[in-house]
């Protein structure tokens, strides 16, 4: 279990933490939800260690390590699409594996036919499931997923959640899922946490089951 506890930060005058404690179950999908700006980016960039706890601890990531997809593809655009998995893999898996494993993921979201394009000549969503395959092929403990499928139209964002799916099944791992968007809350999570006001505070937490619309009513009255 990954915790924050007792967490306190501020950021000049704004108290966004106070005596603040959260948990997230390991090798589930688990969703930060609330409105843009409630603070929910710093939260999973805490647990990362990114930003720094003024008060308290945080629990549970000793030698974790991060990969994340963010709501824009931040890949090397003078690069392929296999140079950039390989830019981060190069120091982690031998060249025989290293091939398997980018060959691999790239299969998985449908891209092997473009392995050798640059990025500049992919669209929106398919440099997005680049940014996929390649969080998912390092091997880290915790993937941190920032809105990224925001923007994309109701076709695409149910690829892109197929996709996520599909590759979670196959390497579980520790996701944080941080969106304001009621349907992917429902359909990619375990556990939803629903944030509100200053500084956080947990107004609900939801498990995801069958009761689709029951979750669905409660994320909307928020």
């Known amino acids: 279990m990954i ?27 688990t969703c930060l939800f609330g409105p843009s700006g409630v603070g929910k980016t710093t939260i999973a ?13 945080v629990e549970g990531v000793d030698n974790s390590l991060f990969s994340y997809v ?13 140079e950039n998995m390989d830019f981060v893999l190069k120091d982690v898996y031998k060249d025989e594996k290293r091939v398997k494993i980018i060959d691999t993921y790239l299969e998985m979201v449908e891209l092997s036919q473009y392995k050798n394009y640059k990025i500049d000549a992919l669209s929106g969503g398919m440099a997005q499931r680049v940014s996929l395959a ?14 990224p499928f925001k923007g ?16 979670w099944e196959k ?14 809350a429902i359909d990619l999570s375990h556990m939803i946490y629903t ?18 619309e029951e979750i669905k009513n409660k994320l909307l009255s928020l």
């Open 171 to 184: 390497s579980q791992r520790t996701v944080i899922f941080i969106t304001h968007d009621v349907e992917e």
């Open 134 to 147: 390649r969080a998912f092929a390092y091997p880290s403990h915790i993937l941190i997923m920032d809105e």
């Open 3 to 29: 915790k924050l506890v007792h967490a306190g930060k501020k950021f000049d005058d704004l108290v966004l933490l106070k005596d603040f404690n959260i948990s997230f179950e390991k090798n589930k999908i």
């Open 45 to 57: 960039n805490i647990v990362a260690g990114i930003v720094p706890l003024d008060e308290g601890l």
């Open 195 to 212: 944030l509100k006001n200053r500084p956080v505070e947990i107004i609900d937490i939801i498990i995801v089951n069958n009761n689709r």
């Open 70 to 82: 963010f709501q824009e593809p931040r890949l090397l655009k003078w690069y392929s699409v296999y």
């Open 152 to 167: 994309f139209d109701f076709k695409l964002k149910n690829e892109m959640i197929y996709l996520f799916k599909r590759m």
